[in-house]
């Protein structure tokens, strides 16, 4: 029931910025992490950034400052502001969450938004 909606993808030229929105909604409890990760052509797919519920967070090297991962809890929202992109963020991005439901707890993914980063 839990559903993740991500907004935000596109194309830009290389040093340009994105914002990735990401709302979950359903029958949530507690959302204990969110976080994205992204999954380029040829490419695993990779953790990009997380946060925590006591606010703590973690990037990839490679996108350490240039990326800043943020929270909305009243909105069971999280955002992922990228600056300075690179060709090479080119991929798939998606949403991720870790959500105690009413007496359950799971990991949820969004659909994904395509970020294309043109040289």
């Known amino acids: 029931q839990v559903h993740l909606v991500e907004s935000g993808g596109g194309l830009v030229q290389a040093g340009g910025s994105l914002r990735l929105s990401c709302v979950a909604s359903?029958?949530?409890?507690?959302?204990?992490?969110m976080g994205w990760h992204r999954q380029a052509p040829g490419k695993q797919r990779e953790l990009v950034a997380v946060?925590?519920?006591?606010?703590?967070?973690t990037y990839a090297d490679s996108v350490k400052g240039r990326f800043t991962i943020s929270r909305d809890n009243a909105q069971n929202t999280v955002n992922l502001q990228m600056n300075s992109l690179k060709p090479e963020d080119t991929a798939v991005y998606y949403c991720?969450?870790?959500?105690?439901?009413?007496?359950?707890?799971?990991?949820?993914w969004g659909q994904g938004t395509q970020v294309t980063v043109s040289s």
């Open positions: 946060i925590f519920s006591g606010g703590s967070t």
């Open positions: 991720n969450a870790d959500i105690w439901e009413r007496g359950t707890y799971g990991n949820h």
């Open positions: 359903g029958s949530i409890f507690r959302i204990n992490a």
